[in-house]
């Protein structure tokens, strides 16, 4: 067997390797997937670490550590350290599927499998990452660890620059910032040439006259400090050509601060909008499941009202500006965007949560687009889909939507009864609003396990003023209405009991697990 | 049948399905219009008792000639126009009962202060089942069926008729269930013309003309008719 043959064999192997690809995922996760539920535990664990090694290292400057101390430093925050950093670099990217690729399109393409070709895409890959600034601080952040060397020591900078990896608010100032990189670049050069300048005349007309001005170095030092308004004061300007340099740097100075500021200040407020967003949909993306309503209107403010979610169990997008604001306004967590869109869905946590989106827009075209959106994103996303009438009903059924309301459907059925059967309406105007006099509501035996193994006249439901309706068996089995005295309630059954809210809340705590 | 004729001011996608409803069960309907448009929509749908009329002229809306029995339903795709209509209607006909199709909760509270009876929201009801939906699903199913036209299981009312057996006896005393059907409520018109929850702890006596509002299989409801009358 040749050279080629046993590499493109391992790299299959390792293709089918299902626990080599679950580990190599895992790490992946832990490491660069901020919507892994994980990562937040491997962060706040790293950060501590980091802040532990800083403290000690800055306690021994002065101080003698005890030998135990020294050695955690040493060997288990810099093991950890550097476990890390061989860690990043094996998940950056895959050799195997390079040379299963290449292996792939040579027999394809009838041509000879070039095995020097993937491995050359993976090393630039690997170059890239090592090089990437984040990389180089997390190699120099080892670095202190040695310490027959201690200038090395210097580098314990570089671990304070290492937490910018785990926290995100530095990491969001930076990006801000970037987004104005002409802008900084523009004042810097102009920082740059008034410094030199004022440094260069300064050095010129005083060299001979100033006493603390010795050399070019001195001069810059002054101009740079003057023109930063800090002005320590030990070195000033003693002639008169000195003084005018003086204080043309000086308005310089407060011109150039100024622009800084509001550089700073304009790029942040351009951005805070998406900022919060960002925040918002971070925040949600660490739950387990939540809600994705689409659309900010009446139907929309009618569902939050009654559901009284928390503010982590949903998000609204909105396409509106004017609908965002008024949503803002109103207390909830809008964002403004088109839910339509393939790359907003896919901000959103899709592979590890449950998440249910709520198409309630008042169009019937936008909600099955936002419906066909999710679905192509993962089956596992529950839609619900508001339609106009029963076409459109048909139409987000084919779209995959799994359940469909129709608003003037239901209040049509409720103006019906309100006319033909006006007693019903009563009851059924309660039973549909969840008003506190007549809730129907779901009894889980698994979670009430003192309803198992009883008869259905061992349970006094008229003592608890409630109506027992009927019994869902969790076998798909049909839904028993009004089930006879001596059905046996079983594990996992569903009990549909009807009361007040009150009554139904007392019944469930006295049938809950302990 | 107690309603006698029905009026229903408006006619767009919003009511269509109550119309066409009504129309089924062979009630007298009256579609008021204001527009042209309206009035096609209406006739290329098949009713034929269209009113074109300014619904703003008092006068016009009088020379409807409703009686006290007639019910008037406000279904204008505009709400202030709605509330406008709705308080016009409660002026020229007080004792008649006026329902109303609103879209928001501020719009509900103007239509009552207009002097609707009863004010069906258009979102309530389905914000509603949307919640059912995320939280009981098995809830839901069973109140879908309960509402589908076309599934066995409904709600009825039942009057208990003169002379009946349920006459004079206490609600507890009376094994509903036997039948295949379950009591959620009534009116008892010994009490107050209200409907009241079985749940709601009260014991009640029941007499001849109490409504009775029962759940359960159409079958059953039928036979459970025929047996308090028998």
């Known amino acids: 067997m040749s050279f080629k043959n046993i590499i493109i064999k391992i790299a299959f192997y390792l293709y089918n390797n299902k626990t080599y690809k679950e580990v190599k995922k895992f790490f992946f996760n832990i490491l660069q997937n901020p919507d892994y539920k994980y990562k937040k535990y491997f962060d706040s664990f790293m950060i501590s670490l980091i802040l532990v090694s800083i403290g000690i290292l800055v306690y021994e400057v002065k101080h003698p550590v005890p030998l135990w101390v020294d050695n955690f430093d040493i060997y288990v925050v810099t093991f950890i350290f550097l476990l890390e950093y061989i860690l990043r670099l094996w998940v950056y990217n895959d050799l195997h599927t390079l040379i299963i690729r290449e292996h792939e399109e040579s027999t394809f393409l009838n041509r000879e499998f070039n095995i020097w070709s993937p491995i050359k895409v993976f090393f630039k890959g690997k170059w890239l990452h090592l090089t990437s600034p984040s990389t180089i601080i997390d190699l120099l952040a080892i670095l202190p660890a040695y310490r027959p060397l201690r200038v090395l020591r210097i580098f314990v900078l570089f671990r304070v620059f290492k937490l910018l990896r785990y926290t995100k608010s530095i990491h969001q100032f930076i990006e801000v910032l970037a987004t104005k990189r002409f802008e900084l670049y523009t004042l810097l050069f102009l920082l740059l040439f008034i410094v030199l300048t004022a440094g260069i005349s300064i050095y010129v007309f005083e060299e001979q006259k100033n006493p603390n001005i010795n050399s070019l170095f001195d001069a810059l030092y002054w101009a740079l400090v003057t023109i930063s308004s800090v002005g320590y004061g030990d070195i000033s300007p003693v002639t008169h050509e000195g003084r005018v340099v003086s204080m043309m740097i000086i308005i310089s100075g407060i011109a150039m601060i100024s622009f800084v500021t509001s550089v700073i200040v304009s790029s942040f407020s351009e951005k805070l909008t998406e900022?919060?967003?960002?925040?918002?949909?971070?925040?949600?993306?660490?739950?387990?499941?939540?809600?994705?309503?689409?659309?900010?209107?009446?139907?929309?403010?009618?569902?939050?009202?009654?559901?009284?979610?928390?503010?982590?169990?949903?998000?609204?997008?909105?396409?509106?500006?004017e609908r965002v604001e008024l949503g803002i306004k109103e207390g909830y967590n809008v964002i403004h965007d088109d839910a339509s869109k393939h790359d907003v869905i896919s901000r959103f946590?899709?592979?590890?949560?449950?998440?249910?989106?709520?198409?309630?827009?008042g169009s019937d075209v936008n909600n099955i687009y936002i419906s066909l959106n999710a679905?192509?994103?993962?089956?596992?996303?529950?839609?619900?889909?508001?339609a106009s009438n029963k076409d459109m009903e048909k139409k987000c059924l084919l779209a995959g939507v799994d359940y469909v309301v129709l608003p003037n459907m239901a209040a049509n059925h409720m103006l019906l009864f309100a006319i033909t059967q006006p007693t019903i309406y009563r009851a059924i105007y309660n039973i549909l609003t969840n008003q506190h006099l007549a809730h129907i509501d779901e009894v889980n035996t698994v979670t009430h396990l003192k309803l198992m193994g009883k008869r259905v006249d061992e349970i006094d439901f008229k003592g608890y003023k409630l109506l027992l309706l009927g019994i869902q068996a969790s076998n798909d089995a049909p839904f028993c209405f009004n089930p006879p005295l001596d059905k046996i309630i079983e594990h996992d059954d569903i009990l549909l009991i009807m009361g007040r809210k009150i009554s139904i809340d007392y019944f469930q705590k006295r049938f809950q697990k302990a | 049948m107690k309603v006698d004729r029905i009026f229903i001011f408006g006619y767009s996608p919003r009511s269509l399905f109550l119309t066409k409803s009504l129309q089924s069960k062979k009630f007298k309907i009256t579609i008021v219009v204001s527009n042209r448009g309206q009035y096609e929509d209406a006739r290329k749908d098949g009713f034929v008792d269209i009113i074109t009329i300014d619904m703003r002229d008092d006068t016009q809306l009088a020379s409807l000639r409703a009686t006290k029995e007639d019910t008037l339903v406000c279904v204008m795709e505009d709400n202030h126009f709605n509330v406008f209509l709705t308080l016009s209607l409660h002026f020229i006909y007080p004792e008649n009962k006026i329902i109303a199709l609103s879209d928001s909760f501020h719009v509900?509270?103007?239509?009552?202060?207009?002097?609707?009876?009863?004010?069906?929201?258009?979102?309530?009801?389905?914000?509603n089942r949307i919640y059912n939906i995320l939280n009981k699903p098995v809830a839901t199913h069973f109140i879908d069926s309960l509402l589908s036209f076309e599934d066995e299981l409904s709600l009825r009312e039942i009057t208990i008729?003169?002379?009946?057996?349920?006459?004079?006896?206490?609600?507890d005393d009376f094994n509903f269930s036997e039948h295949g059907i379950i009591l959620i409520g009534m009116i008892d018109k010994r009490l107050s013309k209200q409907f009241l929850f079985i749940t709601s702890g009260l014991e009640h006596r029941l007499d001849r003309g109490d409504v009775l509002v029962c759940m359960g299989y159409n079958d059953n409801l039928d036979k459970f008719e025929k047996f308090i009358i028998d």
């Open chain 1, 375 to 386: 679905k192509a994103l993962s089956r596992n996303i529950k839609v619900i889909a508001r």
């Open chain 1, 349 to 361: 946590n899709i592979s590890y949560a449950k998440i249910t989106i709520l198409a309630l827009t």
């Open chain 2, 108 to 127: 509900t509270q103007k239509l009552k202060m207009a002097g609707a009876s009863k004010v069906i929201d258009l979102y309530q009801v389905s914000s």
């Open chain 2, 161 to 171: 008729p003169e002379n009946s057996f349920l006459d004079k006896i206490m609600v």
């Open chain 1, 275 to 321: 900022l919060k967003e960002n925040r918002i949909i971070e925040e949600i993306n660490k739950n387990d499941s939540f809600i994705i309503i689409c659309g900010y209107g009446q139907m929309t403010r009618m569902f939050l009202k009654n559901s009284n979610l928390l503010p982590y169990e949903y998000v609204i997008i909105e396409q509106n500006q």
